[in-house]
């Protein structure tokens, strides 16, 4: 298998939408065949990667945080890093600055950086292929 | 000519617009393009034989490969069983395949 760079552009805020799921089983398949995967997020997507993201407990099920096991988007952004790593491939992942910043999600997970659409335009240019999921 | 996947994620009960992505599909077919149309999410409820799946069964016969996410319809309930004329059961993987072989990949 050639090794390609592949874009993937992500849009929509964690725990909404499936599409987030999607996106991350795409970006989890490019990385174990060994592709190098650029993820730039931006609108509401910038929050998959805030750190402050917190489990809960579930008062309604009588289930503590542990019991409960929420699971959160920035766990499965370190799951794809991990899994980069082992596969010999490259994760980059950027936030829009911007987006960032409306929100206050500036505190992100290792690894993550920011940039702004003129980062994207380079990305794009440079891989070998771009997916966007876009919110409708 | 040129290779396309056009990915259809929306539930043509709830979206009337994905009428218009299968007809987009099939203009591509029609002028000698080769296509492929991956339903995933919720775009996999007309893949099981019911009052929306004539129009991808035509469009399969139409030439364009018409596949439904194997994760999705699990998620669903689905059986491969249930399926209507022309429709395969796919892994994710083809998408990435396609995107990495230069396809046009297009999410609706």
């Known amino acids: 298998m050639d090794k390609k760079t592949l874009t993937f552009v992500l849009m929509d805020a964690p725990y909404e939408n499936s599409r987030t799921t999607t996106a991350f089983r795409l970006?989890?398949?490019?990385?174990?065949?060994?592709?190098?995967?650029?993820?730039?997020?931006?609108?509401?997507?910038?929050?998959?990667s805030f750190a402050r993201q917190?489990?809960?407990?579930?008062?309604?099920?009588?289930?503590?945080?542990?019991?409960?096991?929420?699971?959160?988007p920035k766990e499965w952004i370190v799951a794809l890093q991990q899994a980069a790593a082992q596969s010999g491939s490259k994760l980059e992942w950027?936030?829009?600055?911007?987006?960032?910043?409306?929100?206050?999600?500036?505190?992100?997970?290792?690894g993550v950086t920011r940039g702004s659409p003129v980062d994207l335009w380079k990305w794009s240019e440079a891989s070998d292929n771009t997916l966007v999921i876009a919110t409708r | 000519m040129a290779n396309y996947l056009l990915i259809e994620s929306r539930d043509p009960w709830e979206s009337s617009d994905t009428s218009?992505?299968?007809?987009l599909a099939a203009s591509l077919a029609r002028?000698?393009?080769?296509?492929?149309?991956?339903?995933?999410?919720?775009?996999?409820?007309?893949?099981?034989?019911?009052?929306?799946?004539?129009?991808?069964?035509?469009?399969?016969?139409?030439?364009v490969e018409v596949l439904a996410d194997e994760?999705?319809?699990?998620?669903?309930?689905?059986?491969?069983?249930?399926?209507?004329?022309?429709?395969?059961?796919?892994a994710i993987d083809v998408v990435v395949d396609q995107l990495a072989a230069g396809r046009k990949v297009i999410w609706h």
């Open chain 1, 27 to 48: 970006i989890d398949s490019a990385l174990r065949k060994g592709h190098d995967v650029k993820v730039f997020a931006y609108e509401g997507a910038v929050a998959l």
């Open chain 1, 54 to 72: 917190a489990q809960h407990p579930n008062a309604v099920h009588g289930r503590d945080a542990a019991q409960e096991d929420h699971p959160n």
């Open chain 1, 94 to 110: 950027m936030n829009c600055g911007l987006c960032v910043d409306e929100r206050g999600v500036g505190e992100v997970v290792a």
């Open chain 2, 20 to 23: 218009s992505w299968l007809e």
């Open chain 2, 31 to 63: 002028e000698g393009n080769t296509v492929s149309f991956f339903l995933v999410q919720n775009g996999v409820l007309p893949a099981r034989r019911s009052a929306k799946s004539a129009g991808l069964t035509a469009l399969a016969k139409a030439g």
């Open chain 2, 71 to 90: 994760f999705s319809l699990r998620e669903r309930g689905i059986d491969a069983g249930r399926l209507a004329d022309g429709i395969k059961v796919a």
